[in-house]
């Protein structure tokens, strides 16, 4: 799930997801931005490759817990650290 495996592709591991996420996330921003950021560049690629919003809740827990990501004042953003 983290990962990629046999039976996870590698644009829905969660890693990925977390990738992306950090590549939409610019600056500040909601998490209903980030999110809407994310499924428009998955819908630009040449595949779409559409993920569910549980999903990108996983990934963002995933980066909360590894301090990629700090949520304050109802806003997302990098982690500091």
Do not use: C, N, Q
Not at 6 to 25: Q, S
Not at 43 to 63: M, N, Q
């Amino acid at each position: 799930m983290i990962l990629p495996t046999k039976h996870i592709r590698p644009e829905r591991a969660l890693l990925t997801i977390g990738a992306e996420i950090l590549a939409a996330l610019r600056g500040p921003m909601t998490v209903s931005r980030v999110w809407d950021e994310v499924r428009r560049r998955r819908g630009v690629a040449a595949e779409p490759a559409p993920i569910a919003y549980d999903w990108f809740v996983l990934a963002l827990d995933l980066l909360f817990a590894m301090k990629a990501v700090e949520f304050e004042d109802g806003l997302l953003r990098k982690g500091t650290e």
